[in-house]
């Protein structure tokens, strides 16, 4: 049989078809593959690594884990009583907020989502301050540059370009601080995270992007949002690390966090860093997370408590005994007592606070509008 030929014949006389030549080989400008996270969350609790652990970070780590959980508790208890409107818990995700806070120096900038109110604590911050957004009293509830804590972002992963333009502005100014911005695993469905990471790499901005993927959007599992290996596996789109930590090994999301700010402080740029962690409680006092999960799943977490995990490590290196465990007991008693006296008072409101912190000068509309208010106000009174 006569093969084809594999040359193409041009008629007589026609204008040569282009057949360009193959570019060299494409090489990527960042090599991938130190970017990529590990294949299973960073784990130190239980394993051969734990005996390198600080003692005073793990009996650090343990009280304000204590105090944490009792902080929940009470501010759950608050809103059956009315003194609060809302209260998303962080029970279970605990250790992720203390590693936040612990992992910056004070000069540095945390910006927390709504559920984040135990990590501006953990910072600092007065409990009833950090309560007072979700009270529905007085603007963010506290100032935020005298604690250099971002207000408490409702919108969904707005704070993350907030945060990367903070820090990117630092670092033209020549300032040695870093931002560290909260999100959890339904925030990296929005936009802004992407805007987010992808400025900042391209910036090399000094931001640590910290993802506490506690299973659920609202309702939503992360299956239903992302096809991704991890979330932490996004990182390397945008060119820059991906760490993947068990969320409920306080020590492990510190070290990781400490690694990850250490890092943006010398110049390396953003890391984006995934907590594995669990949300124990329903995503607020207005859900009922009982529709879309079972109860044994909630169990099996709870096996798993953040909590348990350092306390058996304490107990193991015989660094936990009753006075400890009293003392760190007495101390989260002692908060919640005061939190909740104080969050038992009435607040005292002025109709005037509308027009504060508006604008650091008012503008002449707003002027009018206060001037008309206060009219009001005085003729209420003089009635």
């Known amino acids: 049989m006569q093969q084809r030929s594999s040359t193409v014949q041009e008629p007589p006389g026609a204008v040569p078809a282009y057949r360009p030549t193959p570019p060299p080989a494409w090489q990527p400008r960042t090599d991938p593959a130190p970017l990529l996270p590990d294949a299973e969350p960073l784990r130190v609790l239980g394993t051969d690594a734990a005996a390198d652990a600080d003692p005073a970070l793990l009996l650090r780590l343990y009280a304000e884990l204590i105090r944490g959980r009792r902080y929940n508790t009470q501010a759950t208890a608050l809103t059956k009583q009315g003194r609060l409107a809302v209260y998303p818990s962080t029970t279970g995700q605990e250790a992720c907020e203390i590693a936040a806070a612990l992992a910056l120096e004070e000069r540095d900038w945390l910006f927390p989502s709504y559920r984040d109110t135990l990590a501006a604590v953990a910072r600092g911050l007065d409990p009833v ?4 957004l979700l009270r529905g009293d007085w603007h963010t509830g506290y100032d935020p540059h005298e604690h250099r804590i971002a207000p408490l972002c409702t919108p969904l992963a707005t704070q993350l ?7 990117h502005a630092a670092r033209l100014k020549g300032d040695d601080v870093i931002a560290l911005a909260m999100v959890g695993d339904g925030g990296t469905s929005e936009g802004d995270f992407h805007e987010a990471l992808n400025f900042a790499a391209v910036w090399k901005a000094p931001v640590v992007f910290f993802v506490q993927n506690n299973g659920f959007a609202i309702s939503v599992p992360l299956a ?10 996004k990182a390397v789109g945008y060119g820059m690390p991906g760490r993947l930590v068990d969320g409920n090994d306080a020590v492990a999301v510190h070290q990781v966090l400490t690694e990850a700010v250490a890092r943006a402080r010398r110049g390396g740029g953003p890391t984006l860093v995934e907590a594995v962690t669990y949300r124990i409680d329903a995503h607020t006092n207005a859900d009922d997370a009982t529709r879309y999960r079972a109860a044994g799943e909630v169990e099996t977490w709870r096996a798993h408590d953040p909590i348990l995990l350092l306390e058996r490590e304490l107990t193991e290196r015989g660094l936990l005994d009753e006075d400890t465990r009293s003392a760190a007991a007495e101390a989260a008693e002692t908060m919640a007592a005061d939190l909740r006296e104080r969050m038992n008072a009435d607040p005292v ?3 005037m606070d509308l027009f504060s912190h508006v604008y650091a000068e008012q503008t002449a509309q707003l002027r009018e509008q206060a001037a ?6 005085d003729a209420e009174g003089e009635a």
């Not at 008309?372 to 106000?377: I, S, Y």
């Open 349 to 351: 409101l002025d109709p």
């Open 129 to 132: 301050q950090a309560l007072t």
């Open 372 to 377: 008309q208010l206060r009219a009001e106000l």
């Open 224 to 233: 239903k949002q992302t096809a991704a290996p991890s979330l932490a596996h």
């Open 161 to 167: 370009p907030h945060a990367v333009g903070l820090a």
